[in-house]
């Protein structure tokens, strides 16, 4: 018994539901999107993605908000306050030696 593709109509696919062309591109375009936009930068209420942000700082400042935005979405959040605050002192000590 043979199926049709859902994305590009070929027939016989055995018991898949999409020919593997299909299946392959939409696996790809998955992995893009997790890579490009994970979930833990992009769920804000905001709608504004973590990189929006960040991008216009420096690294520690930039990692800073990076891991407070993600705080209760990856990982632990206790890990993730540590970091950031690794990052803030990192931020601090530079200051102070004026640079």
């Not at 939409?26 to 769920?43: C, F, G, L, N, W």
């Not at 804000?44 to 942000?53: A, F, L, N, P, W």
């Not at 216009?56 to 950031?84: S, T």
Request: overall charge neutral.
């Amino acid at each position: 018994m043979g199926w049709t593709c859902c994305n590009c109509g070929t027939t016989n696919h055995e018991v898949f539901m999409f020919c593997q062309e299909c299946m392959f591109e939409k696996v790809r375009s998955q992995q893009k999107e997790a890579i490009d936009s994970p979930p833990h930068y992009t769920s804000h209420e905001s709608g504004i993605e973590c990189i929006q942000v960040t991008e216009h700082m420096n690294f520690c400042l930039g990692n800073v908000v990076k891991y407070v935005w993600r705080v209760d979405q990856k990982g632990d959040p206790i890990e993730n306050l540590k970091k950031a605050r690794f990052y803030i002192d990192r931020e601090i000590e530079r200051r102070r030696n004026g640079r």
